[in-house]
């Protein structure tokens, strides 16, 4: 079973970046595809962008297309999310998630484990 914990989250004004990193331990990193989910108040957790186990493969949601960017490290265990341009309606916990296929899929339940999220505040 693999154990996700994100981080970089935080407060920054829009028009600015932000990464955010997953470390990932207790599996191996490789068999996983990986993805970045967000759920902002009282709203429903959606999909931001997935990467496939080794990486040649990523999906993104429509919306969010050339503003972020995921890549992944198999050999540090971790899968990294660039957000540039950030907006005020970005604002939300980032969750970090894995699932065991070869595929990438922008269904929340498709995916298998999920970190405790990190907080994404921008501001106007």
């Known amino acids: 079973q693999v154990q996700l914990v994100e981080s970089g989250g935080g407060l920054v004004q829009a028009g600015r970046s932000l990464r955010l990193s997953c470390a990932a331990s207790g599996g191996a990193f490789s068999s996983y595809a990986m993805g970045w989910f967000r759920q902002a108040p009282g709203q429903e957790r959606e999909f931001v962008v997935g990467i496939s186990r080794s990486g040649d493969t990523t999906r993104y949601a429509d919306s969010l297309k050339g503003r972020f960017t995921i890549a992944r490290d198999n050999a540090k265990n971790a899968v990294y999310l660039q957000m540039n341009s950030l907006k005020p309606e970005d604002t939300a916990v980032y969750f970090c998630?894995?699932?065991?296929?070869?595929?990438?899929?922008?269904?929340?339940?498709?995916?298998?484990?999920w970190g405790q999220g990190t907080q994404v505040t921008v501001s106007s």
């Open positions: 998630a894995a699932a065991r296929s070869t595929r990438v899929s922008g269904t929340r339940s498709w995916w298998d484990y």
